[in-house]
């Protein structure tokens, strides 16, 4: 892979005994026992599709597709809010 840096969000939660490591932007996720090794986990399933899109020639149109803007490197787009919210069903 070329040798530029990407900044992207990333959420975590617990799931039972597992912690799950989401990027949003991206659509990736993973998990671990812990919230290190969840994140570990997400770092490297990012690293792995960026490979294998960069190897396609596609991954700039993926991540300017995913709204990542690149100035010096690839920024995501910023989050206006995180709420939790409500519904009756």
């Avoid at 190897?55 to 010096?72: C, M, P, R, V, W």
Wanted: aromatic share 12%; with cysteine; proline share 2%.
């Amino acid at each position: 892979m070329t040798n530029t840096n990407i900044q992207f969000n990333s959420e975590i939660w617990q799931e039972g005994d597992k912690f799950v490591a989401y990027a949003p932007q991206l659509d990736i996720s993973s998990c671990g026992e812990t919230v290190e090794r969840a994140r570990a986990n997400l770092t490297e399933a990012i690293e792995l599709f960026f490979e294998e899109a960069e190897k396609l020639g596609t991954l700039g149109s993926i991540l300017k597709e995913s709204g990542f803007i690149f100035d010096h490197f690839w920024q995501a787009p910023e989050i206006i809010a995180y709420e939790k919210m409500k519904l009756a069903i």
